[in-house]
């Protein structure tokens, strides 16, 4: 079975500093790996997505994503944060094959002015 | 493209009430998907069609959850006899057949409260 860990709820970072939020992801065939954002009051926006290729992915906004296979991870990072970050980060996986998303139980990231 | 719409955005029921959500997809995608999301976890899959077949249903749809999308465009969600632990937020979402399930559009939800 698949699963997806989220080891930090909750993120507090000023703003303009650098930010990891954590994810690793278990299971036995081979995923695809996604990040979603969710802004108060809106509902979820892909980010990013690894599908294949390069390990390393990037989103328009400046977030990035490295797919390590050995660590089972796909922790995404930012260099430096805005106000207009503040959101809920879930990290996504789908099986291939799958027709669905196993989604983490999101990470609350706040930027402190 | 005016993307994914869910209605309603809110839904306030009493305990045993019966209740149905709509949402309308992106027009050319032929795939769409529902999702539950409760309190403080990620959203969690309910069920999945490919135009008007649907293909697939998880464990946490109950024999009191019925979904349709009857000409292959718009799905229902209905809920009978509500319960408060159906509680949460609905949440639609569809993609292209060739893109995979990896291309998923969300809507904005529909939060269901049964008091």
């Known amino acids: 079975a698949q699963s997806v860990t989220q080891l930090d709820s909750q993120v507090p970072v000023f703003e303009e500093a650098p930010v990891e939020l954590r994810c690793n992801y278990s299971s036995s065939v081979s995923v695809y790996l996604f990040w979603y954002v969710q802004y108060p009051n809106q509902g979820l926006q892909l980010l990013l997505k690894?599908?294949?290729?390069?390990?390393l992915v990037e989103s328009i906004n400046g977030f990035e994503a490295e797919f390590n296979k050995s660590q089972t991870s796909f922790h995404l990072r930012k260099p430096s944060v805005h106000i207009s970050d503040t959101a809920e980060y879930f990290c996504?996986?789908?099986?291939?094959?799958?027709?669905?998303?196993?989604f983490g139980t999101g990470t609350r990231l706040t930027v402190i002015p | 493209d005016t993307g994914v719409s869910q209605d309603p955005r809110h839904k306030i029921t009493k305990r045993g009430q019966n209740v149905t959500f709509r949402c309308d997809p992106i027009?050319?995608?032929?795939?769409l998907y529902w999702y539950r999301q409760t309190l403080g976890q990620g959203p969690e899959f309910l069920t999945y069609?490919?135009?008007?077949?649907?293909?697939?249903k998880s464990r946490l749809l109950s024999d009191r959850f019925s979904a349709e999308r009857p000409k292959g465009s718009f799905s229902t969600l209905e809920i009978q006899r509500t319960e408060q632990g159906d509680s949460a937020m609905y949440l639609c979402a569809s993609s292209l057949e060739w893109g995979g399930p990896y291309e998923q559009y969300f809507g904005p939800g529909t939060r269901l409260t049964v008091t």
């Open positions: 069609f490919q135009n008007e077949a649907q293909l697939e």
């Open positions: 996504a996986v789908s099986v291939t094959g799958a027709n669905n998303l196993f």
């Open positions: 027009s050319e995608h032929n795939r």
């Open positions: 690894y599908l294949s290729g390069s390990t």
